[in-house]
């Protein structure tokens, strides 16, 4: 890739931080651009247990699966084409983890997100950046786009905004702003006054932003398929001033159309901090009148005020135009993008008929019903749970002495319920859609020395005396005498006439 | 979440704990204390609690964040305790007026008074790669006049003072070049290490026994480093305060709206410009609310203009709805005297990620519950916006305009951003 270039069709990045959404969004962009590979190698989530996991995404109306790490050493080793990474950070985190970037290898470019980053702390990186030939784009900033090529994050949102401001297609104009949601807001006015954007990077509102408009520009003066230059400065600090420079001493010689906001503040309470950390003047040279004049003394074409500036736009694309140095190309229909199946139903364009039909619980209402009965009356009412049975079962609010049979059975058995293999077996099987005779065998064939296992034996005993033709005396005999052991299957281990079950009483004195 | 003025009390406390670990020569008296109309009150014991006013001589003034004191015959000096006291009972609740600002004086900063000969000027600036040191022997308040001769010396960002050849950069101080150039590379460890943004020590003096004292002090702080700092001024238990400048009063709106943008990771900004404002905006992000505020101005009703303001990052529907209703109640508890019309500009750009219908269903919401206010204070609504879920964030707009009679006008992304401001404007307000 050339050094003016720090993404084209093929550049991978890492994402820092689980974050589904922009993820989606830039793959979402991919597909309509016709990328032949995801723009997004892997991701990195820091407090997972595993080094590795997996992350399932939409490419189209295919699911794909993005690897995640728990290291960003680990991804770059599995990755190491991947070299732009876009991270998601807190203000807390993001020094450690771009300086761990912009030391790798393989990464070239930091994106950083996060907003509130400690000044010293965005001097460092930007010192290492610059040691080490790298770039950073942020803090506090939404990202930036190569139009048709690779997007960061959630820059240029919703799928809809990029068919809109033709951003799935390059066109001739290099933009650079200091605000993130005003870069979006000039991709769609350029794209309505011109061939559309071929780069749009938002810096970031911090008073130390990682790279500069000047930085920016650059570049794009040196990219051939970039003809005209747009910028936003903003009130504070002096970067506009380096694009004085660059206008005087002809390192920009594109035209330039550029406006810096902030102009209301000489009548505005001194000291007013806009919404931009780095939005203030300290000394008359950091207003923005200053700098649009001195930006319009050297050549740069600078508006009266924003409300002009999209035609300001229009006349220099006009002019280029007519000088021959556009160079048209054929529009192409972007394919679509399958809506989400919550987006569409939210939307009212999708139906699906349920899989399950319950005709017995409800909770969609704001209180849960069986059979129709509220769960706040049952607990208000200190409902038995004999009666929840009936409910659940019956769908009907049983008899007094049917609910009261039902808790001296479910109390006298609590011990057993269904937590046994054979029933469970039986009621897996059933679950699973088989018939009555298969549910059955299932449960029968789990029969082993831990379940059931007397009456297996029993089997077993008497089909041999019975092979062996003896008579009842021998049979006795032989298991007193050989098998050492009790005739399996009669009588119970501990229970006798003698010694009565005493469940079995309770159940019939309540009859 | 930017550099943040502090109080020099809070300044020099902060300076006088942290300079030892550089420069232990650095032998402060410790001897500071504000007096406040609360503490003048009760003087006998603010006296206990500082036995050196009572035998030292005293300087006093203002600690406001306003220079000039001297001008404005708001210091005294070489005083004893009665004169102090009968200063503060003349200055504190007292109204002054700084430039172009009222205020009242409620803080007056007292320190030992030490006689001495010659004033210093030193002060610490950070521009992109480099911090640098600005000095002069012609210090107070004839250093603006001697700008020319003060020194600048940059330190580039990797450098360690320590290793760095002060000395040659600096002109000869004589007998005090032994303590002055370690208190600089003390004082400049400091500014980096507490995340200092701008330190300006003007004057500072240097008595004949070498012990450095620094007179009048103004600093700022980077305040979005304050987790890195929980041990000096960043203790969330007893953060150091960043004060507002005097005459600067946040109005319980403001505070309302500073209090909400605290506790959430979306961003919310409210500042009153004119109570009594014709128009009035709610704009969503950082640099569109600079552009509508800039475009008011440049078409010329910068005198009319009630507020400046932001919205973003996605707040909830909740958090937008009492921004929204904070607006509204300043807008249309008070119709205009003159009965002229008022506007509420809702604008923006298109959005990347701020969801516009979920905003807008709190905007929305909010005018509904005022559409009586609005109607009686004669307000008209002009709505721009784009971004994720447009259409129907501004079919809800344009919905409860009908429902109530409010009128509001609504453009979306193919009207130029800040059009609807001239829309708005040059339609109904004729200059």
Redesign the interface.
Known sequence: MESYKLFNKNTQAIIYGFQT?PVQRMLDFDFVCKRKKPSVAAIIRPTQTTAIDYHKVFWGNKEIVIPIYKTLALATKKHPIADVMINFSS??SSYPTSKEALESDTIRTVVIIA???????S??L??IAR?RSKFIIGPAT?GGIVAGNFKIG?????LE?II??KLYRPGSIGFV??????S??????IS?CTDGIYEGIAIG?D??PGSRLIDHLLRYETNPKIKMLVA?G??GGTDEYAIVEALKNGSIKKPLVIWV????A????Q??????????AGSEKET?DAKNQALREAGAIVP????DL?KKIKETFEKLKKEGKIVPFDEFEPPKVPMDFSEAQRLGLVRRPTNVIVTISDDRGDVPTFAGVGLDKIIRENKSIGYVIGLLWFKRELPEFAQQFIEIVIKLTADHGPAVSGAHNAIITARAGKDLMSSLASGILTIGPRFGGAISNAAKYFREALQKRMSPLEFINYMKNTAKINIPGIGHRIKSVQNPDVRVQLLKEFL | MAQKNIYEYDAKKLIASQLPNYFPEFNYHEKLAVITPEKLANFDRFVAENPWLKTDKLVAKPDQLFGKRGKANLILLDANLEQLKKFAEEKLDQQIIIGNVKGVLNRLLIEPYIPHEAEYYISITSDRYNDIIHFSFEGGIFVEENWDKVIHISIPFEKNIESFDLETKLPNLGKFNDVLIPFIKGLFQVYCAQDFAFLEINPFAITEDKKIVPLDLKARLDDTAAFLHMDTWGNPNNPIEFPIGIGQKLAKEEALIKDLDEKTGASLKFQILNRDGQIWTMVAGGGASVVYTDTIVDLGYGDDLGNYGEYSGNPSREHTEIYAQNIIDLISTNPDPQGREKYLIIGGGIANFTDVKATFTGIVSAIRKSANKLKNAKVKIFVRRGGPNEKQGLELMKQVGKETGVPIEVYDRYTHMTRVVSIALNKNLKR
Do not use: C, W
């Not at chain 1, 979006?184 to 006015?189: G, I, K, L, P």
């Not at chain 1, 906001?261 to 209301?264: D, R």
């Not at chain 1, 000489?266 to 309470?269: A, F, Q, V």
């Open positions: 959404r203000f807390r907003e509130g980053i400690p000044e010293r702390q001097r460092d930007i010192r040691e939404v959630n820059t240029a949102g919703t905004n809109l401001s702003s200091k605000s993130g949601g005003m979006n807001e000039m991709n769609f006015m309505q509102g008073r130390y936003l903003e009130i906001t902030g102009t209301a000489k009548i505005l309470p000291g007013l901090q806009f919404g931009h950390a780095g939005a203030m923005a009266d005020s924003y409300e999209d």
